[in-house]
């Protein structure tokens, strides 16, 4: 089976895996969902199979090399063609309290060879799992930035070989690699974001094996990232990427575990004895590339193990960038902000122990050099669903601190105000809560996604 895994300057191939797994099921039923029986995939001649089967990632002009493959089968399913996106609405709807089985099922029946599950060497082995117990065909795919941990490579090759498959790993250019490093060496995220690193090694190598697809599947949970995974379907139309024909809509994204908790995941890890990447027994939750990842604290969110040195909200390293909302664009810059639409919509954070700022009181809080009393100001929008969200513990916190030394403000900071407070406020996006010191001017800002009282008040503490 020849399939070209390339990039268009120098990335040589990789091997394309189908795993068929009709012969080895672990588990026949589970909830109400009911294997199928598929004896007549093995059926199919290996003529027939190759025929249907489509590289990931097939570019013109290259004569990749081609890793023979024992596992290879085509689908026994023809790919439909993408439907309009009202349609994935309502398959959402449908499929909304559906097992992660079920969902895996729907979409590898639907889309057949022209899916792959998107790995990216962490939890979403649970993906692979789920596959394998559907007993139908499937691919997996995943990106090697060139910057994974030792233990991630060695866990690539463990579940090829528990699975018996063959992952579809997707490089970075390495004329762009090259540039990126030559000119601003091998760190530059740590000073100027991870946004350029992350668009040479992951986004475009990405983009590349999407569009060989009609459909990918991902282990995106919306308990991941309260700030950008909160309302995360479990099938869409991909708002960001494109398919194999091309063009808005050609897309379709599957997230079976949008509406499992991390705990269930791995209760399910460990049930059905799947392998899992070592770096998890050190203190990682999340995994990522190995100068962007760290391990967690007890407690602590497991984003907060990424790009740590970042803003909070842009912990998304593009792969999902569909997730950030509109406000969040309009707070960054890409929209126009709340526009007339916010004025119709309630304040928030209302409580006696919180005072209200308008511009000339943030300016003159802000300019101080020496105050009576520390200050913790929260800059927000009042149509934001995580200022929204954050608004009890917020208030509670105020009432706690009333009277005892540190005052509470908020300031609307979207609108008119919204370029002076991302020039002098640091905002990033909303809510964002700084503490203006009694002896400086010079205001710090919340570094965490965590908004409850103890937090909050932790970060007071610290500080006061
Ligand atoms: Fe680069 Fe870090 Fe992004 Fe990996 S996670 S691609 S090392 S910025």
């Not at 895996?17 to 059926?43: E, P, T, Y």
């Not at 994974?148 to 762009?176: Q, S, W």
């Not at 569009?211 to 950008?228: E, H, M, V, Y």
């Not at 002098?424 to 203006?436: E, M, N, R, Y």
Request: aromatic residues 8%.
């Amino acid at each position: 089976m020849a399939l070209a895994v390339t990039s268009s300057n120098s990335i040589s191939s990789s091997s394309f895996a189908l795993s068929s797994s009709s012969n080895d099921i672990k588990v026949s039923q589970i909830g109400s969902f009911r294997l199928v029986d598929r004896a007549h995939v093995a059926s199919t001649s290996l003529s027939q199979r190759r025929s249907l089967v489509r590289p990931l990632n097939a570019e013109p002009k290259r004569n990749d090399s081609v890793v023979p493959l024992a596992a290879t089968l085509a689908t026994p399913e023809v790919a439909e063609k993408v439907e309009g996106e009202e349609d994935f609405e309502q398959f959402a709807k449908e499929l909304e309290n559906a097992s992660p089985l079920e969902i895996m099922d729907r979409a590898l029946e639907k889309f057949g060879n022209d899916i792959a599950i998107a790995f990216s060497g962490a939890e979403d082995v649970a993906l692979i799992e789920y596959a394998h117990l559907t007993g139908r065909p499937f691919r997996v795919f995943s990106l090697d930035t060139g910057r994974l941990n030792p233990e991630t490579y060695r866990f690539f090759d463990e579940v090829e070989k528990h699975f018996g498959i063959r992952i579809e790993y997707m490089f970075p250019d390495a004329v762009e690699v090259q540039a990126l490093v030559r000119s601003k060496g091998l760190f530059s995220f740590y000073e100027d974001g991870h946004q350029e690193c992350c668009r040479v090694r992951k986004v475009r190598p990405l983009r590349r094996a999407l569009k060989g697809l009609r459909a990918w599947i991902t282990g995106q949970r919306k308990d991941q990232s309260p700030g950008t995974r909160s309302e995360i379907p479990v099938v869409q139309v991909d708002p960001v990427f494109e398919g194999l024909e091309g063009g808005v809509g050609s897309l379709v994204k599957w997230n079976p575990v949008a509406n499992v908790k991390g705990n269930d995941i791995w209760n399910f890890l460990r049930t059905m004895d799947v392998p899992i990447n070592s770096l998890h027994s050190q203190g990682y939750i999340s995994i990522g590339c190995e100068p962007c990842t760290r391990p967690v604290l007890p407690g602590q969110h497991e984003r907060e193990g990424r790009w740590w040195w970042e803003d909070a909200k842009a912990k998304e390293c593009g792969l999902h960038k569909g997730n950030i909302k509109q406000e969040d664009a309009a707070v960054n810059g890409n929209g126009n902000g709340a526009g007339n639409a916010s004025e119709a919509v309630a304040d928030i954070f209302n409580s006696q122990n919180l005072v209200t700022l308008n511009r000339t009181g943030m300016e003159n809080l802000a300019r101080l050099d020496h105050r009576q009393e520390p200050w913790l100001v929260v800059l927000y929008a009042p149509w934001c669903q995580f200022c929204q969200a954050m608004e009890g513990s917020y208030v509670e916190l105020a009432d706690k601190l009333a009277g005892n030394g540190v005052k509470v403000g908020k300031f609307r900071a979207d609108g008119d105000q919204k370029e002076y407070a991302k020039q002098k406020l640091q905002l990033g996006s909303f809510p964002t809560i700084l503490f203006f010191p009694k002896h400086s001017s010079k205001p710090i800002k919340y570094p965490s996604e965590r908004r409850d009282v103890d937090s909050l008040m932790a970060f007071v503490d610290a500080l006061r």
